[in-house]
Each structure stands twice: as C-alpha cells, then as structure tokens.
C-alpha cells in the first residue's frame, strides 16, 4: 500500500496551525510541514485568552498558514488523501473557524473531511513520533485539561481519572496572574521557581489523601493567594519561594498519581511494559518532568515525551489523528458539527 498523507487545522484555542503529515506502509511518521501561530501577543495584555480575539485572529490567518504548509510540503492537492480538523473540544468560535475552512477545503479538493477530537490528537501524538504499540498511559496536562487515559485503540480511550476543577496549566497562570508574573503563566513560575526554596511556604496536597487518579488543583492555588497575601508585601525572593513551593506540591501530586496509575496499569496489563506518555503545554515543566523520570526509573515504567512542540497545541498531531482514522476505514465527517464539550 501507499503511504497516507493529511492536511491537519488546529483553532480550537489561540494557535492558528496547519501541517502535513503522512505515514509509511511500515507504520512510520513523517511531518512534511507543521506551520503554527500563537496569538499570545493579541491575548497578553488581558491575562488570558480571549475567546472572541481568538476567532477573529483564525479568521484572519488560517487561510495563509493553510497555504503556507501545502507549499511546503511541497505535494500538491494530489498529494493529499484528507483533510483532518479539529472538531472540539474547544473554544467554539475558533473551532467553527477551523472546522467550516476544512469542510470548504475539503469540498474544493475533493478530498473526505475528518473531524478530529482535539484530546485524541493529543492522545495519538506518541505514535507519530516514536512508533509507539498500543496500550500505553497517557497524562494529558494542558491549559484546559488534566486527565489520565488509557489509550487501548484508536478511538478506545479510557479516562482513569481527571481534575474535578482547574487544569494544571490554569492553576499554573492563575498563581503566574497573582503574582504579578504575567501569562502564558506556566514558563514564568517554573522560571522564578528556580531561584526559590520550595521548604519557605507549606502548601496542601490536594486529594491524596484520597484513593484513585482524580486531582484537584482549586484548592492549592487558594492556598498560594492565601499565603501571598499573609506574606504581603512580597519581596522578590518571598515570590520565588511562593513559585518553588507551589511547582512541588503540583510534583508531588502528579507524581503520586502517576504512581498509581502505573500500578493499575500493570493489574490490567501484567505482561506489558508500562508506559506512561505525558503531553500537553505542562508537559515542558523540568520540574513535573523530572518527577516522572525519577518515577520511571523506581517502577521501571518507560516514560515517552514527545518534542515540545508536538506536546503543546499543534497541528500535526491533528493530521496524524486523521491518518490513524483512515486506517480503520472509509471517513468521511462532512455533516460533523462543532462541539465546544467533547470527552474522549
Ligand atoms: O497544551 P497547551 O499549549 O494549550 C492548551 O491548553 O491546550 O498548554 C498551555 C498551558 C498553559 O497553561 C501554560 O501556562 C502551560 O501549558 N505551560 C507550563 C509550562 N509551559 C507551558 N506550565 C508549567 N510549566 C511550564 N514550563
Ligand atoms: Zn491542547
């Protein structure tokens, strides 16, 4: 057989992207292109993202980045088997955006149209970059979700567990905001955390006290506006400690938890290595990283990250959903509507 290449859009948050990805006969991955647009800039000064400039912002540049990745992928409309976008879960005006251009991309190509569940890019990724055999363990933990899987199929996702409240990534710019450090808030604490003593503040470990894989992470950023505002005025070094002391209890938990899972991962699997795969925007932390290294290696679990770039929202992950759907057959998603809530 050929190889299968696709088009991937991503707009369910504030990237723009588009990419082309195709996979060989033996299995293999290959990104042709993966053309990304943060709008960070557009969304900076109001501490967050906004939902409405984020749709605009997709408007206006999605039809050049769409172009940009099919030139450099350098294949032509031929060359192409499907056009694959995310569908939601999302913000809905973006996702409208992405999934609307697809279908009329779609259309003009005469290609089928995959709509593609944003968490599933995310869930898929590993296999793109390191050929990864199923089942394995997934820690999804991005700005908009905190959640363990059980990737077992393709389109068979069993969620082991969640946050009951905030993401790690917002609990991440949420303490970034109170403390005056700006946004995105995640590279900015782990940034001030370095210089910090994590032993300067006692923060809660929220829910291990507690059997199973959900987290909770409301509590713990109540608790770091509690303790600055005990500390105030905070000097720069009362701030670094404030980060050090968070970034650990966030540590401590996912690695806790992971621990688990991975345990519960051999009750189902005992002949199987487990792996635990992390992905999503948390997944650059050194810190959360380093925890689950140390893990890796106490349990024996592999642990698989894949480059940055492919953790954080992008399209080729989208694309390579795609290819992963048309391997188990015929797609064709064209009367798919935008969903803004959509568990895997
Ligand atoms: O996956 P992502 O790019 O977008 C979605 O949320 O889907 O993740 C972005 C999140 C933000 O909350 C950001 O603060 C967080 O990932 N993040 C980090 C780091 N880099 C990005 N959190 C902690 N440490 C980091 N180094
Ligand atoms: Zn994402």
């Not at 948050?13 to 800039?41: F, K, M, W, Y």
């Not at 905001?177 to 946004?183: E, I, N």
Request: charged fraction near 20%; aromatic fraction near 4%.
């Amino acid at each position: 057989s050929s190889p299968l290449t696709v088009l991937g859009i991503e707009t369910s948050c504030d990237e723009t992207a588009a990419a082309v990805v195709s996979r060989t006969p033996e299995g293999r991955g290959h990104i042709l292109s993966n053309v990304i647009r943060s709008q960070v800039d557009e969304h900076a000064e109001f501490g967050g993202v906004v939902p409405e400039i984020a749709a605009r912002a997709h408007i206006e540049i999605l039809d050049g980045l769409i172009a940009k990745a099919m030139r450099e992928a350098d294949l032509g409309w031929d060359g192409i088997d499907a056009v694959a976008a995310t569908a939601g879960p999302g913000l809905i005006g973006g996702v409208i955006v992405g999934l609307l251009t697809a279908r009329a991309v779609a259309a003009a190509s005469g290609k089928p149209l995959i709509a593609v569940n944003h968490l599933e890019g995310h869930a898929l990724t590993a296999r793109l970059t390191d050929s990864l055999d199923l089942p394995y363990l997934l820690l999804l933990v991005s700005g908009g979700h905190t959640q363990f899987l059980l990737v077992e199929g393709v389109g068979q996702y069993r969620r082991l567990g969640s946050t009951i409240d905030d993401a790690i990534g917002e609990a991440f710019d949420k303490t970034a905001k109170l403390l005056g450090l700006g946004f995105p808030g995640g590279p900015a604490v782990e940034k001030m955390a370095a210089a910090g003593d994590p032993a300067a503040f006692r923060l809660p470990r929220p829910l291990l006290d507690r059997p199973g894989l959900d987290m909770s992470f409301a509590g713990l950023k109540t608790a770091v506006r509690n303790a600055a505002y005990q500390a105030a005025p905070l000097s720069d070094r009362a701030v670094a400690d404030l980060c050090a002391a968070f970034q650990q209890a966030v540590a401590d938990v996912v690695g806790e938890k992971s621990r688990r899972a991975i345990d519960h991962f051999r009750d189902l699997h005992p002949d199987r290595e487990p792996v635990l795969v992390i992905a999503g925007g948390v997944a650059a932390n050194s810190a959360i990283r380093g925890r689950l290294e140390e893990l890796g290696q106490e349990t024996g679990a592999r642990l698989v990250a894949p480059p940055h770039a492919l953790c954080t929202d992008n399209a080729a992950m989208i694309a390579w959903a795609g290819i992963e759907r048309m391997l188990l057959g015929p797609v064709d998603d064209r009367h798919v509507a935008p969903r803004p809530r959509w568990p895997l």
